[in-house]
């Protein structure tokens, strides 16, 4: 019997896909056909006839013509019978050769369906004949025991043959299938009974099967072993400690309920183990019966000495602890440069790379042919960062710039690409610590494709290995990928679609990880078909990259860094190497050859600080430009700009991020520009207030561009009605800014509260840089687009990356011409306000300029006497003398002090809120014979108006 090797061997074989032929028809069976009639008619008439000649020629000769009649009907019935009998034996004859071509075909079958089921379900004898298949990961592989050869369901399909008991035969025959593996559920446990040496030699048997389909740490052997299984203990399966629980009994032994397979022998008259559901009576060696479920049947069994058990088991030792290191024992790490110096010329159209050497010499990957698209693995320190390195250098060797180009991103601190960064293959080096600079590479390539595909289409190629094509291959090489969406999940469409065009344009991708499962999506991975891995923790990862558990065996100490494993579409099994190690001399060797550097596939980054004077002049005078655009998926810049048609620009950002920059750069575009001068709100509130209260009923002349910095910060500083009245004034200015031919820029420092309604009518929006994540979501930004960090002024108009220009001038201030003091001129005026100090020193002002002040309860007589009066009471003294607040308010002039705001409704009968006056500020309202309020300014001691400036 063969052993398995220790060191797996390629197998081209593979096993051949489960017949899918259509079903089979077999003849129909012989159907008589009906009988003829018998001819009435045809044996009557001549009969007629002879009565009737003998009737009129007397002659008794023409009565023997009546025999005409009888005569017909009897060759008319032999006839019949001659032709019935002559079909049915042609019949015959066409469906014997019938069935004997489809019995060929049913022959034919059952040998592929008989050996698609052997490779599927291979027995020892199978995997030994087979070294590949040992321990390969496949479907079912494990789940289910072959208890040897017999006869099964067949899955050709037959039909027809109904009544021909030939056919019916030979359906009965294509429904089986001989000599067959026969394979029940691992789990479902198996008791083997008979002669205790054959008993022993089909254990081995089974036991083996198992351990040959099931790698160490996927199956283990628990519990004590007798000593007829001292073979089991040469298994590497008996030292793993996870894995499924496989158990061994001798007779007279029982389960403890813990093993997940068991596989046990009986002696006579024993009963069947706990978790044994499958019963084997061996009755020769090479003969047996099963009994699983109630069904028994006869099968040819599968049987191994003790001598031949040890044997598979001290190989598939072997087979376990084979390593890299071993396979290079005692070789040294291999520099780069000598497989440089020996690599052969590269064909065209590939790029072949040496990057490492195993047993038999210097092992060369093509990206081309063995791609497009790679996966590295590797956990931290197993080399995974020096293979990358390797194999761009390997390639730049061996390539020039003209033929191969790299964009190479490094997410696990930056520095890992350091030493290639002045090879002119590499056309940049994207790092975790770019942020925002980094999605936009990434979103690069998208331009990249287009223009990749748009140079197809001018030469006529349908991919770039088109002679016709001079465009030099693009390798994206990113280290730690996982990093790279874990930072920009949104990348993960972007990485899919390059892997699934990339082949076609000449864009290949190189993945490095730490692990694969979880990170990379399905998609991704199939079109990755190139396999790489150093040392993984992970078992499951291994097998899910390779196929094989073994990069989870690779040795983990210093020593081993470099041990790597590598799988083509084509290999059976991984291939074991050792990566060479790069010296910074062989960038210097590159960079000295003086190469020209290809063309970059993204344009430079936006500056961090953008002046006014660099940008270009607006197409109209109506526009405005604000900066540089930043487009990456179209590799364009060009300006940002917002113009008097848009109707409203709303300017969103945090502290230190630009806004009010923007908002005073605006200012000074129109001031150079449009043809109206700007009109910047004050951020006093009883001037912003005048003006929108203005602008509601008589909208500035068209072109105007209204600049209004901090809208909610303006609007906290109203009260309540005065703020729900102020926004609703802004709101009207906005929604009809387009119609009116006018621009309104406002800014705000979060969009919350009253604010985002307001904040939703604005037709066009700037994001800028905001405290959080979820700012920047309320504003309506991307979540995927926040960066806190990013410099001031770079932001996102309508979701395209801009910077904001610095303006040319500095930033003023507004100043707010003094309003005149107040002094009553009619005959009788009204003052409804509380003895406050400012009150007290306005009356003073009054009597100084000849004002007779009285209380409101001595007004009454001296109403007529033609001074002027001014009658003071508080709110509550007002309401008792009302006929002469009715006629205060009706005919004369009415002043109420700011001071009782609350209770101006009241006394008004005004539904609006009266003008806004600032808490603290001598002010009042007039009512002038009925008229709506107005704003006043009280006089002060020194007659002098208060003096407000406000920030521009």
């Known amino acids: 019997m063969r052993r398995p090797s220790a060191t797996p061997t390629s197998d081209p074989r593979e096993p051949p896909d489960p017949p899918h032929d259509d079903a089979l028809v077999l003849p129909a069976a012989w159907a008589a056909p009906p009988r003829p009639p018998i001819p009435i008619v045809a044996a009557t008439v001549p009969v007629i006839g002879a009565v009737a000649l003998w009737l009129v020629t007397g002659s008794i000769l023409s009565l023997w013509l009546a025999a005409l009649g009888p005569l017909v009907a009897l060759a008319t019935a032999g006839d019949a019978a001659r032709t019935a009998r002559r079909d049915r034996r042609r019949h015959r004859i066409e469906a014997d050769a019938q069935r004997v071509a489809l019995a060929e075909r049913v022959t034919r079958r059952h040998e592929i369906e008989r050996r698609h089921r052997r490779l599927q379900h291979p027995d020892v004898a199978s995997y030994l004949d087979r070294d590949g298949e040992v321990w390969r990961s496949r479907t079912e592989r494990g789940e289910l025991l072959v208890l040897g050869s017999g006869d099964v369901e067949s899955g050709v399909r037959m039909s027809g043959g109904e009544g021909d008991p030939a056919s019916l035969a030979l359906r009965a025959r294509a429904a089986r299938l001989t000599d067959a593996p026969l394979v029940v559920p691992a789990r479902a446990g198996v008791v083997v009974s008979g002669a205790p040496v054959l008993a022993r030699g089909v254990q081995r048997a089974l036991a083996l099967q198992l351990c040959l389909a099931l790698p160490p740490g996927e199956l283990r052997i628990v519990g004590a072993l007798d000593a007829d299984l001292d073979w089991a203990e040469h298994l590497p399966h008996r030292r793993a400690t996870s894995g499924v629980r496989l158990m061994l009994l001798a007779p007279g032994e029982r389960a403890d309920g813990t093993a997940d397979i068991v596989l046990a022998r009986r002696g006579a008259g024993e009963p069947a183990p706990l978790g044994c559901a499958v019963t084997v009576d061996v009755e020769a060696p090479t003969r047996a019966r099963v009994d699983h479920a109630g069904a028994v049947g006869a099968l040819a069994i599968e049987a191994l000495s003790a001598a031949q058990a040890r044997a598979v088991g001290e190989a598939l030792s072997q087979r376990a602890r084979v390593s890299l290191r071993d396979v290079l024992a005692g070789a040294a790490p291999v520099a780069l440069a000598e497989l440089v110096a020996d690599a052969p010329q590269p064909a065209p ?383 009207d200015v906005v929604r009809a800014a387009r119609e009116r031919g006018i621009l309104i820029v406002a800014s705000m420092q979060r969009v919350a509260g009253a604010a985002a309604r307001t904040a939703e009518l604005f037709h066009r929006r700037l994001l800028l840089s905001l405290p959080s994540r979820a700012d920047h979501v309320a504003a309506g930004g991307d979540p995927a687009h926040h960066a806190a960090r990013a410099p001031a002024g770079r932001g996102r108009l309508d979701d395209v990356r801009v910077q904001i220009a610095l303006p040319r001038t500095a930033p003023g201030s507004v100043g707010l011409v003094a309003a005149e003091a107040w002094f009553p001129e009619a005959p009788f005026t009204g003052l409804v306000a509380r003895r406050t100090p400012a009150v007290r020193a306005a009356l003073e002002c009054w009597e100084r300029a000849g004002a007779i002040i009285v209380g409101v309860e001595d007004a009454d007589p001296v109403l007529a006497s033609g001074e002027r009066l001014v009658a003071i009471g508080e709110p509550d003294e007002w309401q008792r003398k009302w006929p002469l607040l009715t006629r205060a308010r009706v005919e004369h002039d009415l002043v109420i002090d700011a001071s009782c705001a609350a209770e101006v409704r009241l006394l008004t009968g005004f539904r609006e809120p009266p003008p806004f006056c600032r808490a603290g500020a001598p002010r009042g309202w007039l009512m002038r014979s009925g008229a709506d309020p107005v704003r006043i300014v009280l006089p002060a001691t020194d007659s002098r108006a208060d003096r407000v400036v406000g920030d521009a």
Do not use: Y
Request: proline letters at 7%.
């Open 349 to 731: 159209g590939t790029l072949p790379a040496a990057i490492g050497r195993d047993a038999q010499g210097a092992v060369t990957i093509d990206l081309v042919r063995d791609g497009p698209h790679a996966v590295v693995t590797g956990v931290t320190g197993a080399g995974k960062s020096e293979l990358l390195i390797t194999w761009v250098l390997a390639l730049a060797s061996a390539h020039t710039t003209a033929q191969v180009s790299f964009l190479l991103a490094d997410f696990k601190g930056g520095t890992a690409f350091d030493a290639l960064a002045d090879v002119p293959h590499v056309t940049g080096v994207i790092t975790d610590l770019d942020g925002d600079g980094a999605r936009r590479a990434f979103e690069s390539l998208r331009a990249e494709v287009r223009w990749r595909e748009g140079a197809l289409a001018e030469s006529g190629a349908r991919d770039i290995a088109d002679a016709r094509v001079q465009l030099p291959r693009l390798v994206v090489v990113i280290d730690e990928f996982a990093a790279v969406l874990a930072e920009h999940p949104e990348l993960n469409a972007l990485f899919s679609d390059l892997a699934a065009r990339g082949r076609a344009l000449g864009i290949h991708l190189i993945l490095g990880t730490q692990r694969a499962s979880g990170v990379i999506r399905d998609s991704l991975l199939a079109n990755c078909p190139l396999r790489m891995s150093l040392r993984v923790t992970d078992a499951a990862d291994s097998r899910l990259l390779l196929g094989a558990p073994d990069a989870a065996e690779l040795p983990g100490d210093r020593a081993a860094a470099g041990l790597a494993l590598i799988r083509r579409a084509a290999d059976a099994e991984p291939q074991r190497v050792r990566i060479a190690l790069s010296h910074p001399d062989d960038a210097a060797a590159i960079v000295a050859r003086g190469e020209p550097r290809p063309r970059r596939p993204w344009l430079p980054d936006l500056p961090n600080e953008l002046r006014a004077r660099d940008l270009p002049d607006a197409h109209d005078p109506e526009t405005l430009v604000l900066g540089l655009a930043d487009e990456p998926d179209r590799q364009h810049q060009g300006p940002a700009s917002v113009s008097v048609a848009d109707g409203s620009l709303l300017v969103v950002g945090g502290p230190r991020a630009g806004k009010s920059t923007a908002l005073h750069l605006v200012a000074d575009q129109v001031r150079n520009g449009v043809s109206e001068p700007p009109v910047v709100v004050p951020a006093d509130t009883e001037a912003a207030w005048d003006l929108f209260a203005t602008w509601r009923w008589a909208p500035p002349p068209r072109g105007t561009v209204i600049v209004l910095d901090d809208l909610d910060g303006l609007v906290g500083r109203f009260p309540g009605d005065h703020a729900r009245a102020f926004v609703e004034a802004v709101e």
